[in-house]
Structure formats: C-alpha cells, structure tokens
C-alpha cells in the first residue's frame, strides 16, 4: 500500500472526479458512512449512545457531518459542533450541511462563553467524539480557537475517531506545533499519510484505519508515489523459497565485526540474528582481549580473535589486515554493534569500509565514525545500508534530533541521495529510505522494542539475509521481521520484552513470511 503526502491525495482527489466522473460528494458520503462505522465500533455501537461530533470549514468537516447522519441512523444521539462558516463550504460539504439540518440538528458555533459553557456538557455526556475539525490542510501554528477547542477534546478524555487525520498533526511530517487531538482510532481516507506514520503524529493517531472511501485503486496503486508500507505481502514476496538442495554455503557467509570491552553482548546478539533469520554461515571477529569471553559464550558461530594490542578495541594496522582478509571469503559483511568511539577504532572502521568489497551494514559505532567524514561515504565501493535510531542520524547530520525529527522523511531522502547509502531509521516507526528517494514504512513493531540491543538484532537480521535473496531488499524484510518477532515479544512479555526475545522469535517471524509453521 502506498502512502501519500497531502498535496498527493487532493491529486488523486481531483483525477476520481475529472478522470472517473465520481462526484465528489459520493467520495465524501463513504468517508461520512466509514467514519461512523467506526466510530460506533470503538464503543461497541451505535444505537443509544452519544458522540460529540465536530466539523471545521473544510472537507474534512464535510466528512463528519456525513458522519453524523450516519450515526444518527444508526440510533445514536449527535451532539454537532462546527467552527466554520455556513458561506464558506464547499460544494460538498455544504450538501452534508444541509441534509444534517433537513433532520432537524442544530449545528452549534463556538462563538459565545455559553457556547463554550454548551461544549464542555456535551462532553461530559458523550460516549465518543467524532473528530472532523482540521484534516489534512494543517500546517504550522493553529488559530487560537482550534488549541482551545482541542485542548477542551482532550480534556474530556473521552474516546476519539479522527477523520482522516487528528486535527493539529501536519500530514506531511507528523509534527504537531501546539496541540493535536488524541485519538484512539484514526480513519485514513484513501491513503495513510507520512503524519500518521512518523513524528508526533505516530503517537497521536491511535490505532491506524485505512479505506478506499470507493477511490479506484488504479488511482491508489500509481507509482508516482515515492513511498510505501512494508507489509506481510511485501516481504513475502520478496523473500525467496528456499531449495530443497540448498546447503550452508548457498544461505550466506557473513561477517560480523562487533564488540569490545564492556560491550560483547551487542556482538552476540548481532551474530546470533545473522543465524537466527537463516544464514548459513556467520563470523564473529572481535578483539582479541575478549575473544574468551565470545568463544565461550557462541556455539553455532565462529568465533576469531582479531590483534588488539591488548586494547580489548578494534584499531591498528594488524586489525585491518585481518579484517579485510576475512571480508574478502564474505557474502556479506555487519560491522558496528558495541565497538566503541575510541579514535583509533573510528579510523578502523573508515579505512574497512573504503576497502571491503561485499555488500556493507552499519550499524552504531561504525556510524558514528563517520560523523566528521560523512562525504567518505559516498566514495565507499558498494552503496551501504547504515541503521541508525534517529539519534544516531541526527548526530551523523550533524543537526539535533528535534530539527531532523521535525521533517524525518526529507531528511532521510535528502541523506540517501548526497551520500549514496540506504538508511534504515529507527524512530516511532522505522522507514528505510534508497537513494533514488524510494521510501518505505514498516507496518510492525511496538514501543516495548525501546529495549538495548534491539537494534543489534535488526542489523544482525539485515545482514544475515543478504545471501538469502536480493541484497538491495533485504532492508525490507530485516525490517518486517524484526518488527514482527518484537510483536510476537511484545504478546508474551509487554514492555518488559528484551533484546533477547525479539531474537529468539525471529525463526517463527521469518516462518510465517514462508507461510511454513514454526
């Protein structure tokens, strides 16, 4: 499925009517009619309860009186709120107007303090509020009358269905400048939104709801959009049957450059991910000094000692020869997770990566190595795959993480094309974005993979497919995997999960995408 930014859908929009000849007023209807399904089923019906339901001046304040007729229909009382103007409506929304006064419902301003004083009763006696206020058309700083009105909604604290977008969340970016409403469910109209999915809006849009609203999917599917979902079927599809005759050879021969002194379970967990997702054969290179500690504590990898000077660190002449000798007989290489920020160990890791010939991961330590070198990457041989928490990026930018946050996909899109890497970042949703600009949004995980050494399983996951099947995918398929065995975590343990959880649900992860029982 495709995501949309919002000058996109008011596209796709305008080609349903002009292209298809669906008036617009029929798109709105069903916009009208799922929002109230919706809403009536995030409180278990419709028949005898009370919504509060609010319309700004838009289309989005169309849809929700569309909404309220159908929920009345439905035998709900409606208690109608509009901020706009009569004068001012579309001709859509203003059809929806008039069909919802023909029933005899009084469209309440908010102009007066008795106005307001009429609000707040009505919120105290709903049973749920129907969120039609802003939609998609928010950007910047909000009229004084919306904050209140939003303010007095979450207030309330009573459930929220948000048509198409919480009002206060900018569609394009997810950022909320003042205040946005909390909703439990947000219905998408069409398309999700890039505010649904990243940023502030991530959190404010509750559970995330998506219907064609009757739009043609030729419309919706047209690959003029840059963005996409990562879903089931997408990684399914890109991931290939395994053969019958196949052997550890043919499932990949990765290497991991990880670990050092205080910090050996990043490696272990990097490995073992690399093994657990179906990699024939993996490497652990660690230093020397804590090559005791790694060999006792794997069993299915090889582990080697690599020459530290007793630093218990990667750095030195010595430690590039060998590393650059074992890259050479690999598919696949993941340098990175727990080696440290010593000086030494940064210039290691810059002068591998210009070296090594196999497709490269990246991962922490190894990233921020380049955080004074960023344009090296570009003249690395194979276009790596860097996966940074939106910190880590941040930082590699050289900007702070409000101001890259602030705009995540822009940024990511414009780092991929000046450095020539695909980023993985990981943020309240974690896109991977290619150099041509190709995005995409993972449709899995949750907030309990805020643990250590999650992100040592996903880069361990990325890397260990990277024989499996196309390496410039499996991004993709690391990313839904991951998620979805921190999702299988998260059932069992909830937010007391740890890194370990996720790893050891990646082989019923990676089943289910093969649709074999695990």
């Given at each position: 499925?495709?995501?949309?930014?919002?000058?996109?859908?008011?596209?796709?929009d305008?080609?349903?009517?002009?292209?298809?000849?669906?008036?617009?007023?029929?798109l709105?209807?069903?916009?009208?009619?799922?929002?109230?399904?919706?809403?009536?089923?995030?409180?278990?019906?419709?028949?005898?309860?009370?919504?509060?339901?609010?319309?700004?001046?838009?289309?989005?304040?169309?849809?929700a009186?569309?909404?309220a007729?159908?929920?009345?229909?439905?035998?709900?009382r409606?208690?109608?709120?509009?901020?706009?103007?009569?004068?001012?409506?579309g001709?859509a929304a203003?059809?929806?107007?008039?069909?919802?006064?023909?029933?005899?419902?009084?469209?309440?301003?908010?102009?007066?303090?008795?106005?307001?004083?009429?609000?707040?009763?009505s919120?105290?006696f709903?049973?749920?509020?129907?969120?039609?206020?802003?939609?998609?058309?928010?950007?910047?700083?909000?009229?004084?009358?919306?904050?209140?009105?939003?303010?007095?909604?979450?207030?309330?604290?009573?459930?929220v269905?948000?048509?198409?977008?919480?009002?206060?969340?900018?569609?394009?970016?997810?950022?909320?400048?003042?205040v946005?409403?909390?909703?439990?469910?947000?219905?998408?109209l069409?398309?999700?939104?890039?505010?649904?999915?990243?940023?502030?809006?991530?959190?404010?849009?509750?559970?995330?709801?998506v219907?064609?609203?009757?739009?043609?999917?030729?419309?919706?599917?047209?690959?003029?959009?840059?963005?996409?979902?990562?879903t089931?079927e997408?990684a399914?599809?890109?991931?290939?049957?395994?053969?019958?005759?196949?052997?550890?050879?043919?499932?990949?021969?990765?290497l991991?450059?990880?670990?050092?002194?205080?910090?050996?379970?990043?490696?272990?967990?990097?490995?073992?991910?690399?093994?657990?997702?179906?990699?024939?054969l993996?490497?652990?290179?660690?230093?020397?000094?804590?090559?005791?500690?790694?060999?006792?504590?794997?069993?299915?990898?090889?582990?080697?000692?690599v020459?530290?000077?007793?630093?218990?660190?990667?750095?030195?002449?010595?430690?590039?020869?060998?590393?650059?000798?074992?890259?050479a007989?690999?598919d696949?290489?993941?340098?990175g997770?727990g080696?440290?920020?010593?000086?030494?160990?940064?210039?290691f890791?810059?002068?591998?990566?210009?070296?090594?010939?196999?497709?490269?991961?990246?991962?922490?330590?190894?990233?921020?190595?380049?955080?004074?070198?960023?344009?090296?990457?570009?003249?690395l041989?194979q276009?790596?795959?860097l996966?940074?928490?939106?910190?880590?990026?941040?930082?590699?930018l050289?900007?702070?993480?409000?101001?890259?946050?602030?705009d995540?996909?822009?940024?990511?899109?414009?780092?991929?094309?000046?450095?020539?890497?695909?980023?993985?970042?990981k943020?309240?949703?974690?896109?991977?974005?290619?150099?041509?600009?190709?995005?995409?949004?993972?449709?899995?995980?949750?907030?309990?993979?805020?643990?250590?050494?999650?992100?040592?399983?996903?880069?361990?996951?990325?890397?260990?497919?990277?024989?499996?099947?196309?390496?410039?995918?499996?991004?993709?398929?690391?990313?839904?995997a991951?998620?979805?065995?921190?999702d299988?975590?998260?059932?069992?343990?909830?937010?007391?999960?740890?890194?370990?959880d996720?790893?050891?649900?990646?082989?019923?992860?990676?089943?289910?995408l093969?649709?074999?029982?695990?």
């Amino acid at each position: 499925m495709n995501v949309s930014f919002a000058e996109d859908m008011r596209r796709i929009d305008a080609r349903a009517v002009s292209d298809y000849g669906l008036p617009a007023v029929a798109l709105m209807e069903n916009a009208g009619r799922r929002s109230a399904e919706e809403a009536a089923a995030m409180v278990g019906g419709a028949a005898d309860k009370v919504f509060a339901v609010f319309a700004g001046g838009g289309n989005n304040g169309g849809d929700a009186f569309a909404a309220a007729r159908h929920l009345m229909n439905m035998g709900a009382r409606v208690k109608m709120f509009f901020t706009g103007t009569e004068e001012r409506l579309g001709e859509a929304a203003r059809a929806m107007y008039d069909a919802l006064r023909a029933m005899g419902v009084e469209i309440r301003p908010l102009a007066s303090d008795r106005d307001w004083d009429r609000l707040r009763v009505s919120l105290r006696f709903a049973d749920a509020v129907v969120d039609g206020i802003l939609g998609t058309g928010t950007r910047g700083e909000l009229r004084a009358e919306a904050v209140r009105l939003i303010e007095e909604i979450n207030a309330a604290g009573k459930p929220v269905m948000a048509i198409d977008l919480p009002s206060g969340v900018e569609a394009d970016t997810g950022r909320i400048a003042a205040v946005a409403v909390r909703a439990q469910r947000t219905l998408a109209l069409g398309l999700p939104k890039v505010g649904h999915l990243i940023g502030q809006g991530a959190n404010a849009a509750g559970k995330l709801l998506v219907d064609d609203i009757g739009i043609p999917h030729a419309l919706l599917d047209g690959e003029e959009l840059r963005q996409s979902l990562i879903t089931r079927e997408t990684a399914a599809k890109l991931l290939p049957v395994r053969a019958r005759d196949a052997h550890k050879g043919t499932c990949g021969r990765i290497l991991v450059l990880a670990g050092s002194i205080g910090m050996t379970g990043a490696a272990a967990l990097a490995a073992q991910a690399a093994l657990r997702i179906g990699a024939g054969l993996v490497t652990l290179a660690v230093p020397e000094r804590i090559y005791p500690v790694l060999a006792a504590k794997m069993t299915e990898a090889m582990v080697v000692p690599v020459p530290d000077e007793g630093t218990g660190r990667f750095g030195g002449l010595k430690a590039l020869e060998s590393a650059l000798a074992l890259a050479a007989q690999a598919d696949a290489v993941l340098i990175g997770p727990g080696l440290g920020r010593a000086a030494e160990t940064s210039e290691f890791v810059r002068l591998f990566a210009a070296d090594v010939k196999a497709p490269l991961v990246m991962d922490a330590d190894a990233i921020y190595a380049f955080r004074s070198h960023l344009g090296d990457l570009r003249d690395l041989p194979q276009v790596p795959i860097l996966t940074p928490h939106l910190g880590e990026f941040a930082g590699l930018l050289g900007k702070n993480t409000d101001e890259v946050a602030a705009d995540l996909l822009h940024e990511a899109r414009e780092a991929a094309h000046a450095h020539q890497a695909v980023f993985v970042v990981k943020s309240a949703c974690t896109i991977v974005v290619y150099p041509d600009g190709d995005a995409f949004f993972t449709t899995v995980g949750n907030a309990g993979m805020a643990t250590a050494g999650a992100g040592d399983v996903l880069a361990g996951t990325i890397a260990g497919l990277m024989r499996q099947m196309e390496s410039g995918m499996t991004p993709l398929v690391g990313v839904y995997a991951h998620g979805r065995a921190g999702d299988l975590a998260y059932e069992a343990h909830g937010n007391g999960l740890v890194a370990g959880d996720i790893l050891g649900r990646l082989p019923k992860a990676l089943g289910e995408l093969a649709n074999i029982p695990v």
